[in-house]
Each structure stands twice: as structure tokens, then as C-alpha cells.
């Protein structure tokens, strides 16, 4: 079975998200939008236009989004089939939390790293 194709979007909190963003589009160029992040396209191996963005989001530090994490990050990965990838971790003992989420957006579910982390699981819509 197939597990991680990619990374659909990086999330992390901060002290000042605002200052944070700023310093992230002046010195690196990356095009904050008003939402407080970027969608970077995707693009296939010849380096044409495909389907799909990562989202890379900075917001306030102090909600519980992370939670049970106490982490300032969040790392989503693509995968093609979540429930068996959650199976499948759930069968090797993995903190896989209970949680999921079925919508128009994909399927969404967590497992917690050994390190605390908590790690997003995505699966796109179909065509997406």
C-alpha cells in the first residue's frame, strides 16, 4: 500500500503571526495572502501546471488546532487511501486518534508522532 504522497500543507503558530508573515514574504519572497498563508501549485515531474496546491498557513499561537500536540507545527500529507493508511497504523501500534473528518474538502485524519507531534493525514477529493 501506498502511504505519504506528499505534503498537502504546513501550519504552524506563532507569538506574533503578522510580524511572522511579513519577515516570511520580505525575505523569502513567499506571497502571504490577507487569509494569513500561501498556495504553492503543483506541478507534474516535467514542471507543468497539475492539479492541487500545499497550503502553508502562520496563525495564533494558543489555539487548539495541534491539539493533543503542544507543538507549534502541523505537517498534512496526501495519501491515497486514509482509512486503510489508518488501519494500517492503528495494527502497528501507532497513537492514531479517533477522530476523523469525512467532507467536501477530502478525507482528514491524525495519528501522534513518538515525539508528540500531530500529524495530518489527507486524502483529496476525487479530481482533486
Known amino acids: 500500500m501506498k ?29 502571504v495572502q490577507s487569509w494569513g498563508g500561501a498556495a504553492f501549485p503543483w506541478t507534474d515531474d516535467a514542471g507543468d501546471p497539475t492539479t492541487g496546491t500545499t497550503a502553508w498557513s502562520i496563525g495564533t499561537a494558543g489555539g487548539d488546532q495541534f491539539a493533543p500536540s503542544t507543538s507549534s507545527f502541523m505537517v498534512n500529507y496526501r495519501v491515497a487511501d486514509l482509512d486503510a493508511l489508518l488501519q494500517a497504523l492503528r495494527d502497528e501500534g501507532c497513537k492514531v486518534l479517533e477522530k476523523a473528518d469525512y467532507s467536501e474538502y477530502g478525507k482528514f485524519g491524525w495519528v501522534m508522532d513518538p515525539e508528540g507531534n500531530k500529524v495530518e493525514l489527507w486524502e483529496p477529493p476525487e479530481g482533486g
Do not use: C, M, Q, S
Open 3 to 31: 502511504r505519504v504522497t506528499g505534503i498537502g500543507g504546513i501550519f504552524f503558530h506563532a507569538r506574533d503571526p503578522v510580524a511572522l508573515r511579513a519577515w516570511y514574504k520580505e525575505h523569502l519572497g513567499i506571497d
